[in-house]
């Protein structure tokens, strides 16, 4: 369930989306978050939900919370101290923008989502910028 989000000369990131907790495992992502992606021309109809895994610490180099508490449950998964080091915020890599936590658009109408692709849009470009420039 990886995808690449971004691929320019010697630059190729793969990412994988999963959650902490085992509410909704296996199920498509949100009609209005599909939604709003493919206005975007983002086709991410084929995700399925997965809960996150202690061995996804040694696969990945980070893993990215969208608020304080996925963040607080990914450290408690992580196997030992320096892997619970790769878990931080993604609006961490949006250091101008007001807001440091991702808000949850679910219970809300279709400009939720919207408003999180364009947050997301910036803290990945944030990310590939601090990929690019070394850690």
Do not use: W
């Not at 101290?81 to 923008?97: G, S, T």
């Amino acid at each position: 369930m990886c995808c690449t989000i971004a691929q320019r000369p010697q630059l190729s990131i793969t990412t994988d989306s999963a959650g902490t907790s085992h509410f909704h495992v296996g199920d498509a992502p949100d009609r209005r978050a599909q939604d709003a992606m493919r206005r975007h021309g983002i086709d991410i109809s084929d995700l399925r939900a997965r809960q996150v895994v202690a061995a996804d610490f040694e696969r990945f180099d980070l893993l990215l919370a969208m608020d304080a508490a996925n963040l607080r449950d990914l450290r408690a998964l992580a196997p030992t101290e320096a892997l619970r080091a790769k878990a931080m915020l993604i609006m961490d890599f949006a250091p101008d923008h007001p807001l440091r936590e991702v808000p949850d658009p679910y219970y809300g109408g279709d400009e939720g989502f919207n408003e999180v692709f364009r947050m997301l849009d910036e803290a990945v470009a944030g990310l590939i910028a601090h990929i690019r420039h070394g850690r």
